[in-house]
């Protein structure tokens, strides 16, 4: 089903480093980031955040093949930097 493909020694933070854009968020604010969109999160003092997911109909049956196939990876096979980053999961520290 799903083809192995060689272990990828670049990180994808430093891969995209001169793309990247700070956006701060505030206090009340809310932010929507889109399925898929990569992003990191940095919290420099204790914060409590709620966060979720919404998808919408036509995105279902990719979210679930893409799903599947982070379940079946073998944990062993992945990047330590990267572990949970290709979900659709808000990362929060």
């Known amino acids: ?3 192995r493909r060689p272990f990828i020694s670049i990180w994808v933070g430093d891969a995209s480093f ?7 968020i505030k206090e009340g604010y809310t932010a929507i980031i889109p399925s898929g969109y990569i992003h990191f999160v940095y919290t420099p ?10 998808l919408m109909t036509q995105y ?10 982070a379940t079946a990876r ?6 330590p930097q990267s572990v949970g980053i290709w979900r659709n999961d808000l990362l929060l520290r």
Not at 60 to 69: G, I, K, S, V
Not at 74 to 79: C, E, I, L, T, V
């Open 1 to 3: 089903m799903f083809s």
């Open 18 to 24: 001169d793309q990247r854009q700070r956006v701060e």
């Open 45 to 54: 003092e204790d914060s409590i955040v709620v966060g979720g997911n919404f």
């Open 60 to 69: 279902l049956e990719q979210h679930f093949d893409q799903e599947d196939a």
């Open 74 to 79: 073998d944990p062993a096979d992945s990047n």
